[in-house]
């Protein structure tokens, strides 16, 4: 038997309407915010992620799939979302059409990495990007997206964790001060750690190592270096998170961890993930654009991760409550009025219901169970009766009450169910 790679998991029928559940909450939501969407290849040009998540984090020096192709070319399959948003974005001049863009995108996604609970290297995310506003309405707005769709799936029991990373002026000003800080603690920083403070010390913030938090616990905060803009800027956005009804936790330590994050970013949290208790967030890139060849595009974004959502759904015990059901199922007492039962089916979705019938013509008791098993709402019973005086009888699952139409008004009783 050939089973999946590890670290790859098959979707599954049984569970399957939970994916989908999410997913058509995420239209509804985007919808709602004027966000289309946006479907890029699931492999990209490496340079494409060089250039963009930056050469010091673990994703590019550990974690994408890479390989060459037959031509020679260096390709990647997509370790995150916004690289390939931004670079479709540049290519196809979307910026040209107007100057805001509002797009959002749902799909699969790679990383090499220790498969574990809600981390997987196939795993799938859903995410915003607003693109071409530099004011702090653009963050405000991506945000409370974010919290609305969470609420619209039962989700409402997280944390949201806000930082600012400040301008560039900000950040050169704290990264020299960060990187002298982390020279007198050098020797109890971890290896990971000693190499990233040259290169790229915001990430010392990030590690998940111990000996690294407890140097990080009295590290100098960005916060304390913020210039008046980049301060007037982190301020606008906590205003009107407030005047949303949006709750948050200013956290200094919070800082991502991809090299193009500027100004305000932010995560959502779960405790019901365990100590894996991230389930997203994002934050605004003011030079992604410049960086992949396009003109400056200030923006913001984020990404969920799909299966950590339904990771929470789950704990919450929500799950069972997605289950998913037909409208009618068919039941015929012989197989000899499988025409008439066919006739009644294909009635019922011309009229826009879910029907089916038997296919494995079983007893009446049996195919009664099958209703059941499918949750249908209402069983169509055909029997000798019903074929003699073309009629069906229509029972109604939940209320154990039932009805006896002509089959030629079935359509009028489906388009008033």
């Known amino acids: 038997m050939i089973q999946a790679v590890r670290g790859t998991k098959d979707i599954l029928p049984n569970n399957s309407h939970v994916w989908q559940f999410i997913e058509n909450k995420c239209r509804e939501v985007t919808t709602q915010f004027a966000y289309s969407e946006t479907r890029t290849p699931i492999f990209e040009k490496t340079e494409v992620f060089k250039r963009s998540i930056g050469d010091e984090t673990d994703i590019v020096n550990k974690e994408m799939y890479t390989f060459e192709d037959k031509g020679g070319e260096s390709l990647t399959l997509r370790p995150e979302g916004t690289a390939a948003i931004v670079r479709a974005a540049v290519q196809n001049a979307l910026l040209s ?21 809600g981390r997987l290297r196939e795993f799938h995310q859903f995410g915003c990007e607003c693109i071409g506003s530099p004011n702090p309405e653009a963050d405000a707005e991506i945000i409370m997206l974010a919290t609305r769709l969470l609420k619209s799936i039962g989700i409402i029991d997280f944390k949201l964790m806000i930082n600012t990373l400040g301008d560039e002026e900000v950040r050169g000003k704290y990264r020299e001060i960060l990187i002298n800080y982390l020279h007198e603690h050098q020797s109890e920083l971890s290896e990971d750690s000693q190499r990233r403070m040259e290169g790229n010390p915001l990430r010392v913030l990030d590690s998940k190592d111990e000996r690294d938090k407890q140097v990080i616990e009295n590290a100098p905060q960005i916060l304390d270096s913020l210039n008046e803009t980049s301060k007037q800027h982190f301020e606008t956005v906590l205003t009107m998170l407030d005047s949303a009804g949006i709750k948050y936790v200013i956290t200094p330590r919070l800082v991502r961890g991809l090299d193009y994050y500027c100004h305000t970013v932010f995560e959502f949290q779960s405790d019901a993930l365990g100590s894996q208790d991230s389930l997203g967030g994002g934050g605004r890139y003011n030079g992604l654009f410049e960086a992949l060849g396009g003109k400056p595009a200030p923006s913001v974004g984020f990404a969920m991760g799909v299966e950590r959502l339904i990771l929470i ?3 919450l015990d929500k799950v069972k409550e997605l289950k998913s059901s037909v409208d009618c199922y068919i039941i015929y007492s012989d197989p000899k009025y499988l025409a008439y039962a066919c ?3 294909s009635i019922l979705r011309e009229a826009g219901l879910s029907a089916i019938c038997d296919l494995h013509r079983r007893s009446f008791k049996s195919q009664f169970k099958e209703a059941n098993k499918y949750n249908a709402r209402y069983a169509v019973i055909i029997g000798d009766e019903e074929i003699e005086k073309k009629q069906v009888t229509i029972k109604n699952m939940t209320e154990s009450t039932q009805v006896v139409i002509e089959i030629e008004n079935l359509a009028n009783w489906a388009s008033n169910s």
């Open 313 to 315: 759904l789950d704990a």
């Open 343 to 345: 006739r009644a089916t």
């Open 97 to 117: 059409q107007g100057n805001l863009l509002r797009t959002w995108y749902f799909g699969s996604f790679f990383r090499y990495e220790r498969p574990q609970k």
